[in-house]
């Protein structure tokens, strides 16, 4: 298997980072077409909200300030934001990341890993130095971190410019730090492909120190957020029945993944109820013998011993057990 394949990696530029949703080079590798294959290499919810019905201005007119505001509105109220917090819809919680380190002047930044490594690629790009333990002019704490689902205490995330990634947190509510987004120097992220399962919408948010907040937004200029992704993310905000029900299902399901991997001589490192990382004895072995019927995983460069699964759609969980 050639390293591009096995390590997941994606080219940016002159610079290589491991991802996972690497599925194109899966299949160049080892054949099918996209319909064939079922990628738990992500962590994103495979039983999508369901999409609202789309109008022709949704795709015709400029994104309509209203609907911004509603969406705001919306997500004030479903994480519980302060009302001393502001808050920033984006194309995509990557898009912010790319942009915060441009609030302040680089410094040092301090990033546990393993982590989401587009956090220290975005703090590079902008020529910050980057440390992993010590005091640090800014810290990024990725709650729950990816792959390990580790959370977070409030006094480890300390730093004058303290980035709080809640990508994953909705599918743990109680756990999440919202109420720091009150506090000067904190901006906590929310994505929406994760626990929704629309990644392809490109939706975020940043959420906190509201001088940090008008940053961003002058940094990512106008009309952001497309109209579809406006009118989707308001509904489903304000759909607290859809979040609650989800959130039981997922649980189920991943009690079920675990007892499945398990089983097969796998041991539970962490993760969350979107994702699941286990140690096994070879990796690379266990990502080829699933690939081979078309299922495909995730590991990493840094580890050879470590196999990160997400969720299979509910047809699909006849299919991981056999391959398992």
């Known amino acids: 298997m050639s390293a591009s394949v096995s390590e997941g990696q994606i080219e940016t530029g002159a610079t290589l980072r491991d991802h996972g949703g690497n599925l194109s080079a899966a299949i160049q590798h080892y054949g099918g077409t996209r319909a064939d294959w079922i990628d738990l290499s992500t962590g994103i919810n495979p039983c999508p909200y369901p999409l609202p019905e789309f109008d022709a201005s949704d795709w015709s007119a400029l994104p309509d300030t209203a609907a911004n505001t509603a969406l705001v509105q919306a997500a004030r109220a479903f994480w519980g934001v302060p009302a001393e917090a502001a808050i920033l819809p984006a194309p995509g919680a990557s898009s912010l990341i790319a942009l915060l380190p441009g609030l302040v002047d680089p410094r040092w930044v301090r990033i546990e890993t393993p982590t ?20 640090a002019e800014a810290c990024v704490a990725v709650h729950p971190n990816n792959p390990d689902g580790r959370l977070w ?7 004058p410019l303290s980035i709080i990634d ?11 730090l919202m109420h720091l987004a009150s506090q000067p120097g904190v901006i906590i992220l929310k994505s929406f492909g994760k626990f929704w ?4 919408m490109r939706l ?26 406006l009118k989707t993310g308001i509904q489903a905000l304000q759909d607290k029945e859809w979040a609650t029900a989800t959130r039981r299902s997922l649980a189920g399901d991943t009690k079920r993944l675990d007892e499945l991997a398990t089983k097969r001589g796998a041991t539970l490192v962490g993760g969350t109820d979107l994702f699941r990382l286990y140690e096994v004895d070879d990796a690379a072995q266990w990502q080829d013998r699933l690939a081979k019927p078309h299922i ?10 470590y196999i990160r699964l997400g969720l299979p759609p509910q047809d699909g969980w006849d299919r991981l057990e056999a391959a398992l």
């Open 153 to 159: 205490r409030e006094d480890e995330v300390n730093a």
């Open 116 to 135: 989401y490594n587009e956090h220290a690629a975005a703090f590079a790009n902008y020529r910050w130095s980057i440390v992993e333990s010590g005091p």
């Open 166 to 176: 809640e990508s994953f947190c909705d599918v743990c509510p109680d756990q999440s």
């Open 296 to 305: 495909w995983s995730r590991i990493f460069p840094y580890s050879k011993t």
């Open 204 to 229: 975020g948010f940043a959420i906190g120190d509201p001088e940090l907040i008008q940053q961003l937004a002058q940094l990512q200029g106008p009309w952001a957020v497309s109209g579809p992704a």
């Open 197 to 200: 399962g629309l990644a392809g």
